[in-house]
């Protein structure tokens, strides 16, 4: 699947004393870097006030069946926890959640990020290598989505 990618258009068309088009234009423009970063601060501003866009719950999970667009929730969910949102570079939007000791403990193999802290929208899930969280580890989760 295709990355996510921002595309605008312009259209622009100049008419005459009579209201005739004398002219029209329509072409695709370029999204700034300062136009991602604004439109990263906002996703950040809005999820640290849980207005609109509230993807800042991190989800982990035993099931290691890889992920897919069609996913809706992950496999075997063990924990979900309130992540940090920052931004990072201008484009990129990235939320941190750390499972301390006792939550999540087990085996883990996927990763969602959620809008919710039950159920909710999955807006990413990622399956990887198994991390064995045992009682007394603490499991750092860190997701980016870049918008370029």
Same mark, same amino acid.
């Given at each position: 699947?295709?990355?996510? $990618?921002? @595309?605008?258009?312009?259209?622009?068309?100049?008419?005459?004393?009579?209201?005739?088009? $004398?002219?029209?234009?329509?072409?695709?423009?370029?999204?700034?870097?300062?136009? #991602?970063?604004? #439109?990263?601060?906002?996703?950040? *501003? %809005?999820?640290?006030?849980?207005?609109?866009?509230?993807?800042?719950?991190?989800?982990?999970?035993?099931?290691?069946?890889?992920?897919? %667009?069609?996913?809706?929730?992950?496999?075997?969910?063990?924990?979900?926890?309130?992540?940090?949102? *920052?931004?990072? &570079?201008? !484009?990129?939007?990235?939320?941190?959640?750390?499972?301390?000791?006792?939550? !999540?403990?087990?085996?883990? /193999? @996927? /990763?969602? #990020?959620?809008? *919710?802290?039950?159920?909710?929208?999955?807006? *990413?899930?990622?399956?990887?290598? #198994?991390?064995?969280?045992?009682?007394? &580890?603490?499991?750092?989760?860190?997701?980016?989505?870049?918008?370029?």
């Amino acid at each position: 699947m295709a990355g996510l $990618k921002l @595309e605008g258009r312009w259209y622009i068309t100049l008419y005459g004393p009579k209201n005739e088009v $004398k002219q029209h234009i329509e072409g695709v423009n370029t999204i700034t870097t300062g136009g #991602l970063s604004a #439109l990263v601060q906002h996703l950040v *501003s %809005a999820a640290a006030a849980a207005t609109t866009f509230t993807h800042r719950y991190v989800a982990i999970g035993s099931d290691n069946t890889g992920e897919t %667009a069609a996913d809706t929730a992950l496999g075997t969910e063990l924990a979900r926890h309130t992540g940090t949102v *920052s931004q990072v &570079d201008g !484009g990129i939007y990235r939320v941190t959640a750390t499972f301390v000791c006792g939550t !999540g403990t087990g085996n883990v /193999y @996927e /990763y969602g #990020l959620l809008d *919710s802290n039950t159920a909710g929208t999955l807006f *990413s899930r990622d399956t990887e290598a #198994l991390v064995t969280k045992g009682a007394n &580890d603490d499991l750092v989760v860190v997701t980016e989505i870049t918008y370029a």
